[in-house]
């Protein structure tokens, strides 16, 4: 069975468990490696000092709003490419592979220039206090720059992934992550570049991902084919991805935002809190992590099998990976609760620090049991093409409900209210979770009684 063969097999005929194991493991790795990474610099940078450490937390929204374009692309074109290769559609989905990579190069490039020119503004509103800006400025000016190759790394993740390419996804995820590990505390501390090395090493990583992306490409790999020849821009292409793409954005923007707004919220208490809160985020960001990456291995599941009508392999993987989330988190959860002591220590030595930290990542572990049952439906809706669904249950945990908080509990109960935030948008977005999944599950239900008569 050749590689092509034997992806479009995994994802219409193979046994649904195993398929969804093979699909979700390795882009769950491959992510969570990356979360990892991401702790282990802020690890590495909490060891120059408080501000240091603030300063990488600030920069870490205009990062995740970077990702979020080649996100919008990659998986708005990933979930299109899905349904066309479940309908046998090839040559549409080698065309939206193209022009997907290049436009999210083309846009990504347009707001890092944007970006940089106005980047004291940006930081200024992102948190940064008078001793956090130089450091701000001194990371963000070359992570910032060369996150144009992350554009570039997520798109191919996504799109490749949609194929069902997710071992390689994971193993090209894994390389970059494990040379960013090893590069930072010689660039940090060997090479004495400070937080600036912090930056260097990322960017090189980066260019070491980029670099075994590009030569998957170059072999002709996998389904999809990759060439300015394929690159043909069209409404309905653009229609289909950004579709899906732009509530991905959305996500992304708002989620960037939701930290923005925490850091800013912090502020006046000083750098301890931005640092705490800063702290928080990257840890919750592993956990996260693990599900938005084994649910990325989903969706190209879900949206094949919806394509071609397998709505009884559909409704099987939905328990499955109900069933695996739910179980994931809660483990997660209680070892959040039980040792957040120690885990918030790993990034600093302040005492104010580190027992804001610690009562702000038990409120977030508490909620954090819903989180795979909350990704699973959002996951569902923006699979199968249903975006203004998975629009609204991707964007209420960060933005519909997290908004309407950040302003008004900081306001009531000051920095306790600010680390109430997030656990209480968890509730009440659960909440509207379980109202769009019963209705989901009812019409798959009707689609397969439909297949039975």
């Known amino acids: 069975m050749t590689e092509k063969s034997n992806r479009i097999y995994l994802l219409g005929e193979a046994d649904v468990a195993s398929a969804l194991l ?29 501000s240091q450490m603030g300063a990488v937390s600030v920069v870490f929204p205009i990062v995740q709003i970077i990702i979020g374009l080649g996100m919008m692309f990659g998986a708005g074109a990933s979930s299109y490419i899905s349904r066309l290769l479940g309908k046998g559609d090839n040559e549409q989905a080698n065309k939206t592979a ?3 990579l290049f436009s999210g190069l083309l846009v990504g490039a347009i707001i890092i220039v944007g970006i940089m020119v106005f980047l004291d503004t940006v930081l200024t509103s992102l948190g940064a206090t008078e001793t956090i800006l130089p450091y701000a400025k001194a990371y963000a000016r070359i992570y910032v720059t060369g996150s144009i190759i992350n554009v570039f790394t997520v798109m191919m993740n996504n799109l490749l992934t949609a194929q069902g390419a997710t071992k390689f996804t994971m193993i090209a995820m894994l390389t970059g992550s494990i040379a960013n590990v090893i590069l930072d505390p ?5 090479m004495d570049l400070g937080i600036e090395g912090a930056a260097i090493a990322t960017v090189i990583s980066l260019c070491i991902n980029m670099a075994i992306y590009i030569g998957y490409i170059a072999k002709k790999k996998g389904v999809l084919r990759f060439s300015i020849k394929n690159v043909a821009p069209s409404k309905i292409m653009y229609a289909e991805v950004l579709k899906i793409g732009i509530p991905v954005l959305l996500f992304q923007l708002l989620a960037s935002a939701a930290m923005g707004t925490v850091n800013t919220a912090s502020k006046p208490y000083g750098d301890y809190a ?43 993987s939905i328990k499955l990976c109900m069933t695996w989330s739910t179980v994931f988190c809660v483990i997660a959860g209680i070892i959040l609760i039980v040792f957040a002591n120690p885990i918030v220590s790993l990034f600093g030595t302040d005492a104010e620090m580190i027992a804001l930290a610690e009562t702000a990542l038990r409120l977030n572990a508490v909620l954090f049991i819903t989180f795979g049952f909350q990704m699973v439906y959002a996951s569902l809706y923006l699979a199968i093409g249903k975006s203004l669904v998975g629009s609204v249950l991707s964007l209420s945990r960060q933005g519909i409900f997290f908004f309407p908080l950040v302003i008004m509990l900081p306001h009531l109960f000051g920095l306790t209210g600010v ?31 439909k297949e039975g008569e």
Do not use: H
């Open 419 to 449: 680390i109430w935030v997030q656990p209480m948008a968890d509730f009440l977005t659960t909440i509207l979770t379980i109202i769009f999944a019963v209705k989901i599950n009812r019409s798959l239900s009707m689609e397969i009684a």
């Open 22 to 50: 093979k699909l979700g493991i390795p882009t769950m790795v491959g992510m969570l490696i990356s979360a990892l990474y991401n702790a282990i610099d802020a690890y590495f940078v909490g060891g120059l000092g408080m």
């Open 98 to 100: 193209s022009t997907s």
């Open 274 to 316: 931005v640092a705490a809160m800063g702290a928080v985020t990257r840890i919750m960001t592993v956990v996260t992590y693990v599900i938005f990456g084994f649910l990325k291995g989903f969706q190209p599941f879900a949206g094949y099998n919806f394509g071609a009508k397998k709505f009884d392999r559909l409704k099987n």
């Open 186 to 190: 010689i660039m940090i501390y060997g």
